[in-house]
Nanobody, 121 residues
Framework: QVQLVESGGGLVQPGGSLRLACAAS????????MGWYRQAPGKQRELVAN????????LYADSVKGRFTISRDNAKNTMYLQMNSLKPEDTAVYYC??????????????WGQGTQVTVSS
């Protein structure tokens, strides 16, 4: 069974930076998409960014483009989210997600417990 553990959340002032990490353990399919989602109180969970197996294809929500960078280190089985120029509206619980892909379809999905990011002055 795949387990995902997030770290790096915390309290930061507007304009500050944080780096989130998601460490994966267990057997993950060769082809997979890893991503970061976030959910603020009273709002639906939304995709922040995702990245393909080789790290060559990334996708970002419009709200974070130019400020956040997603990356992965397959040797360490870890995904990162570098968050710069943070805004109060970035405040949310951030979740790590892994989707296992076969023939273009998702065959498995896993979530981490989440880590709180609070941006406040």
């Amino acid at each position: 069974q795949v387990q995902l553990v997030e770290s790096g959340g915390g309290l930061v002032q507007p304009g500050g930076s944080l780096r989130l990490a998601c460490a994966a353990s267990g057997s993950i399919f060769r082809s997979n998409v890893m991503g970061w989602y976030r959910q603020a109180p009273g709002k639906q969970r939304e995709l922040v960014a995702n990245i393909n197996t080789g790290g060559s294809i990334t996708l970002y929500a419009d709200s974070v483009k130019g400020r956040f960078t997603i990356s992965r280190d397959n040797a360490k089985n870890t995904m990162y989210l570098q968050m710069n120029s943070l805004k109060p509206e970035d405040t949310a619980v951030y979740y790590c997600n892994v989707r296992e892909i076969v023939a273009g379809s998702t065959v498995g999905e896993y979530w981490g417990q989440g880590t709180q990011v609070t941006v406040s002055s």
